[in-house]
Protein backbone atom coordinates (compact mmCIF):
# COMPACT_ATOMS: atom_id res chain seq x y z
CA UNK A 1 0.00 0.00 0.00
CA UNK A 2 1.66 2.94 -1.41
CA UNK A 3 0.67 6.24 -0.29
CA UNK A 4 1.33 10.01 -2.49
CA UNK A 5 0.95 13.53 -2.68
CA UNK A 6 1.72 14.78 -6.23
CA UNK A 7 1.99 18.68 -5.72
CA UNK A 8 -0.82 19.19 -3.43
CA UNK A 9 -1.57 22.52 -2.68
CA UNK A 10 -4.71 23.52 -0.72
CA UNK A 11 -6.12 27.49 -0.10
CA UNK A 12 -9.04 28.08 1.86
CA UNK A 13 -11.29 30.02 0.13
CA UNK A 14 -13.71 32.66 2.38
CA UNK A 15 -15.69 33.67 0.09
CA UNK A 16 -17.88 36.07 2.66
CA UNK A 17 -14.66 38.56 3.04
CA UNK A 18 -12.60 37.25 0.34
CA UNK A 19 -9.64 36.49 2.67
CA UNK A 20 -8.11 33.33 2.01
CA UNK A 21 -5.86 31.47 3.73
CA UNK A 22 -2.84 29.40 1.75
CA UNK A 23 -2.16 26.19 3.92
CA UNK A 24 -0.50 24.10 2.04
CA UNK A 25 1.80 24.72 -1.31
CA UNK A 26 3.11 22.16 -3.27
CA UNK A 27 3.91 18.96 -1.37
CA UNK A 28 5.20 15.86 -2.33
CA UNK A 29 5.46 12.32 -0.38
CA UNK A 30 5.81 9.03 -0.71
CA UNK A 31 4.69 6.76 1.93
CA UNK A 32 5.84 3.04 0.90
CA UNK A 33 4.33 0.31 2.81
CA UNK A 34 4.97 -0.37 6.52
CA UNK A 35 6.97 3.12 6.87
CA UNK A 36 6.77 5.47 9.70
CA UNK A 37 6.63 8.58 8.20
CA UNK A 38 6.50 11.34 10.59
CA UNK A 39 5.57 15.20 9.66
CA UNK A 40 6.99 18.16 11.30
CA UNK A 41 5.72 21.62 11.36
CA UNK A 42 4.92 24.70 13.47
CA UNK A 43 1.77 25.59 14.30
CA UNK A 44 -0.70 26.28 11.75
CA UNK A 45 1.68 25.44 8.59
CA UNK A 46 -1.19 22.66 7.55
CA UNK A 47 -0.30 19.62 8.84
CA UNK A 48 -3.84 18.62 9.63
CA UNK A 49 -5.22 19.85 6.74
CA UNK A 50 -2.64 17.69 4.80
CA UNK A 51 -3.96 15.00 7.00
CA UNK A 52 -7.70 15.39 6.33
CA UNK A 53 -7.26 15.88 2.63
CA UNK A 54 -5.67 12.68 2.95
CA UNK A 55 -8.26 10.60 4.78
CA UNK A 56 -10.51 12.35 2.34
CA UNK A 57 -12.15 14.79 4.50
CA UNK A 58 -11.26 17.86 2.76
CA UNK A 59 -10.45 18.61 -0.91
CA UNK A 60 -7.41 19.66 -2.27
CA UNK A 61 -6.88 22.94 -4.27
CA UNK A 62 -4.46 22.07 -6.69
CA UNK A 63 -2.85 18.19 -7.19
CA UNK A 64 -3.90 15.28 -5.42
CA UNK A 65 -3.28 12.62 -3.05
CA UNK A 66 -3.33 8.66 -4.28
CA UNK A 67 -3.83 5.60 -2.39
CA UNK A 68 -2.10 2.69 -4.66
CA UNK A 69 -2.31 4.97 -7.67
CA UNK A 70 -6.10 5.37 -6.71
CA UNK A 71 -7.25 9.38 -5.73
CA UNK A 72 -8.53 9.64 -2.37
CA UNK A 73 -11.87 11.52 -3.04
CA UNK A 74 -13.78 10.40 0.00
CA UNK A 75 -13.68 8.92 3.66
CA UNK A 76 -12.89 5.38 3.57
CA UNK A 77 -12.06 2.40 5.37
CA UNK A 78 -8.84 2.18 3.87
CA UNK A 79 -7.33 4.85 6.41
CA UNK A 80 -7.38 4.93 9.91
CA UNK A 81 -7.44 7.97 12.37
CA UNK A 82 -6.00 9.01 15.69
CA UNK A 83 -6.43 11.94 16.79
CA UNK A 84 -5.15 14.64 19.94
CA UNK A 85 -8.79 14.19 21.72
CA UNK A 86 -9.66 10.81 22.53
CA UNK A 87 -13.26 10.93 20.35
CA UNK A 88 -13.96 8.01 22.96
CA UNK A 89 -17.80 7.49 22.86
CA UNK A 90 -18.02 8.40 26.93
CA UNK A 91 -20.93 6.01 27.42
CA UNK A 92 -19.45 3.04 26.05
CA UNK A 93 -16.78 0.81 27.71
CA UNK A 94 -13.27 0.27 26.65
CA UNK A 95 -14.75 -3.10 25.04
CA UNK A 96 -17.67 -1.35 23.59
CA UNK A 97 -15.31 1.22 22.25
CA UNK A 98 -13.05 -0.89 20.23
CA UNK A 99 -15.25 -2.77 19.46
CA UNK A 100 -17.30 0.50 17.55
CA UNK A 101 -15.81 -0.40 13.67
CA UNK A 102 -16.64 -3.41 13.48
CA UNK A 103 -20.40 -3.03 14.86
CA UNK A 104 -20.09 -0.65 11.33
CA UNK A 105 -19.42 -3.49 9.66
CA UNK A 106 -21.69 -5.57 10.82
CA UNK A 107 -18.60 -8.62 12.37
CA UNK A 108 -21.01 -10.72 14.58
CA UNK A 109 -21.05 -9.93 17.53
CA UNK A 110 -19.03 -13.21 18.92
CA UNK A 111 -16.28 -12.30 16.34
CA UNK A 112 -16.18 -8.89 17.49
CA UNK A 113 -16.03 -9.41 20.89
CA UNK A 114 -12.69 -11.60 20.46
CA UNK A 115 -11.07 -9.50 17.73
CA UNK A 116 -11.40 -6.61 20.58
CA UNK A 117 -10.13 -8.44 23.46
CA UNK A 118 -7.18 -9.10 21.23
CA UNK A 119 -6.85 -5.74 20.91
CA UNK A 120 -7.66 -4.70 24.30
CA UNK A 121 -4.68 -7.09 25.48
CA UNK A 122 -2.43 -5.77 22.19
CA UNK A 123 -2.71 -2.20 24.12
CA UNK A 124 -2.07 -3.57 27.52
CA UNK A 125 -5.61 -2.81 29.17
CA UNK A 126 -6.53 -6.20 29.88
CA UNK A 127 -9.36 -6.11 33.10
CA UNK A 128 -10.41 -2.71 31.67
CA UNK A 129 -12.29 -4.04 28.81
CA UNK A 130 -15.43 -3.17 31.54
CA UNK A 131 -14.34 0.64 32.61
CA UNK A 132 -15.29 4.12 31.07
CA UNK A 133 -13.60 6.72 29.68
CA UNK A 134 -13.58 8.49 32.48
CA UNK A 135 -12.16 5.84 34.89
CA UNK A 136 -9.10 6.24 32.77
CA UNK A 137 -5.92 8.18 32.40
CA UNK A 138 -5.27 10.04 29.58
CA UNK A 139 -2.50 7.62 28.05
CA UNK A 140 -4.97 5.23 29.14
CA UNK A 141 -7.52 6.66 26.72
CA UNK A 142 -5.18 7.09 23.90
CA UNK A 143 -4.55 3.55 23.48
CA UNK A 144 -7.86 2.31 23.89
CA UNK A 145 -8.21 5.00 20.84
CA UNK A 146 -5.09 3.38 18.87
CA UNK A 147 -6.95 -0.02 19.85
CA UNK A 148 -10.28 1.71 18.61
CA UNK A 149 -8.35 2.50 15.23
CA UNK A 150 -6.60 -0.43 14.40
CA UNK A 151 -8.90 -2.80 14.64
CA UNK A 152 -10.35 -1.60 11.50
CA UNK A 153 -7.41 -2.93 10.18
CA UNK A 154 -6.87 -0.28 8.31
CA UNK A 155 -4.26 0.18 5.34
CA UNK A 156 -3.05 3.78 6.78
CA UNK A 157 -3.16 5.04 9.64
CA UNK A 158 -2.94 9.00 10.26
CA UNK A 159 -2.06 10.15 13.54
CA UNK A 160 -2.89 14.25 14.20
CA UNK A 161 -0.79 14.95 17.31
CA UNK A 162 -2.27 11.90 19.41
CA UNK A 163 -0.04 12.36 22.49
CA UNK A 164 0.04 16.27 22.31
CA UNK A 165 -2.38 16.28 25.50
CA UNK A 166 -0.69 14.30 28.31
CA UNK A 167 2.26 15.00 30.26
CA UNK A 168 5.59 14.47 29.55
CA UNK A 169 6.28 10.94 31.33
CA UNK A 170 3.03 9.46 29.57
CA UNK A 171 3.90 10.58 26.33
CA UNK A 172 7.42 8.91 26.45
CA UNK A 173 5.89 5.48 27.74
CA UNK A 174 3.31 6.18 24.37
CA UNK A 175 5.74 6.37 22.21
CA UNK A 176 7.48 3.35 23.18
CA UNK A 177 4.49 1.55 23.40
CA UNK A 178 3.60 2.77 19.95
CA UNK A 179 6.95 1.80 18.58
CA UNK A 180 6.91 -1.59 19.96
CA UNK A 181 3.13 -1.92 18.68
CA UNK A 182 4.38 -0.81 15.10
CA UNK A 183 7.53 -2.86 15.14
CA UNK A 184 5.24 -6.40 15.70
CA UNK A 185 2.46 -5.21 13.07
CA UNK A 186 4.43 -3.37 10.02
CA UNK A 187 1.77 -0.30 9.83
CA UNK A 188 1.69 1.97 7.84
CA UNK A 189 1.72 5.29 9.82
CA UNK A 190 1.87 9.11 9.08
CA UNK A 191 2.45 11.05 12.17
CA UNK A 192 1.94 14.61 12.47
CA UNK A 193 3.73 16.36 15.67
CA UNK A 194 5.24 19.57 16.58
CA UNK A 195 7.54 17.46 18.46
CA UNK A 196 11.03 17.51 17.30
CA UNK A 197 11.89 14.66 19.69
CA UNK A 198 9.09 13.18 19.53
CA UNK A 199 9.51 12.52 15.61
CA UNK A 200 12.97 11.94 15.82
CA UNK A 201 12.16 8.96 18.42
CA UNK A 202 9.27 7.57 16.67
CA UNK A 203 9.86 7.64 12.60
CA UNK A 204 12.17 6.42 10.08
CA UNK A 205 11.37 9.44 8.13
CA UNK A 206 10.84 12.96 8.77
CA UNK A 207 9.33 15.44 6.69
CA UNK A 208 9.59 18.92 7.82
CA UNK A 209 7.15 21.75 6.58
CA UNK A 210 7.49 25.42 6.71
CA UNK A 211 5.66 27.72 8.75
CA UNK A 212 1.89 28.53 6.35
CA UNK A 213 1.83 27.77 3.58
CA UNK A 214 3.54 24.47 4.63
CA UNK A 215 5.76 23.50 2.06
CA UNK A 216 8.41 20.67 2.57
CA UNK A 217 11.46 22.44 3.47
CA UNK A 218 13.69 19.32 4.45
CA UNK A 219 13.12 15.41 4.26
CA UNK A 220 15.33 13.05 6.68
CA UNK A 221 15.99 9.61 6.87
CA UNK A 222 16.40 8.48 10.32
CA UNK A 223 18.68 5.41 10.45
CA UNK A 224 19.48 4.63 13.76
CA UNK A 225 18.10 1.94 15.67
CA UNK A 226 14.81 0.68 17.93
CA UNK A 227 14.66 1.25 20.64
CA UNK A 228 15.75 4.64 20.18
CA UNK A 229 18.32 6.86 22.83
CA UNK A 230 17.18 10.15 23.15
CA UNK A 231 20.62 10.61 24.48
CA UNK A 232 23.01 9.45 22.10
CA UNK A 233 25.13 12.07 20.06
CA UNK A 234 23.67 10.73 16.78
CA UNK A 235 20.07 11.48 18.12
CA UNK A 236 20.83 14.68 19.63
CA UNK A 237 22.44 15.51 16.14
CA UNK A 238 19.44 14.21 13.98
CA UNK A 239 17.42 16.76 16.22
CA UNK A 240 19.40 19.63 15.89
CA UNK A 241 19.64 19.51 12.56
CA UNK A 242 15.93 19.49 12.00
CA UNK A 243 15.45 22.02 14.69
CA UNK A 244 18.06 24.29 13.00
CA UNK A 245 16.15 24.37 9.81
CA UNK A 246 12.86 25.08 11.73
CA UNK A 247 14.08 28.04 13.24
CA UNK A 248 15.90 29.37 10.15
CA UNK A 249 12.33 29.57 8.57
CA UNK A 250 10.56 31.31 11.27
CA UNK A 251 8.80 34.69 10.44
CA UNK A 252 9.14 33.62 6.84
N1 LIG B 1 -11.84 24.92 7.38
C1 LIG B 1 -10.98 25.94 7.37
N2 LIG B 1 -11.34 27.15 6.87
C2 LIG B 1 -10.48 28.17 6.83
N3 LIG B 1 -9.21 28.10 7.26
C3 LIG B 1 -8.79 26.93 7.76
C4 LIG B 1 -9.64 25.78 7.85
N4 LIG B 1 -8.93 24.76 8.40
C5 LIG B 1 -7.70 25.25 8.64
N5 LIG B 1 -7.61 26.54 8.26
C6 LIG B 1 -6.41 27.39 8.34
O1 LIG B 1 -5.36 26.73 7.64
C7 LIG B 1 -4.13 26.88 8.31
C8 LIG B 1 -3.54 25.52 8.62
O2 LIG B 1 -4.32 24.89 9.64
P1 LIG B 1 -3.99 23.45 10.21
O3 LIG B 1 -3.94 22.49 9.09
O4 LIG B 1 -4.96 23.17 11.28
O5 LIG B 1 -2.52 23.65 10.82
P2 LIG B 1 -1.69 22.75 11.86
O6 LIG B 1 -2.41 21.46 12.03
O7 LIG B 1 -0.35 22.61 11.23
O8 LIG B 1 -1.60 23.54 13.13
C9 LIG B 1 -4.42 27.72 9.54
O9 LIG B 1 -4.13 29.07 9.26
C10 LIG B 1 -5.90 27.53 9.76
O10 LIG B 1 -6.48 28.64 10.41
MG1 LIG C 1 -3.14 20.51 13.73
Not at 30 to 58: H, Q, W, Y
Not at 79 to 97: C, D, H, K, S
Request: proline share 4%; charged share 25%.
Amino acid sequence: MVLELINLSKTFVNTTDHVNVEALKNINLLVNDGEFVSVVGPSGCGKTTMLRIIAGFEKASFGKALLNDEEIKNPGTEIGLVFQEYALFPWRTVLENVEFGLELKNTPAKERREKAFKYIEMVGLNSFENKYPKELSGGMKQRVAIARTLINEPKVVLMDEPFGSVDAQTRNSLQEFLIDIWRKRGDTIIFVTHNVDEAVFLSQRIVCLSSRPGEVLLEVSVNLEFPRDRTSMDFVKIRREILEHLMSNKGN
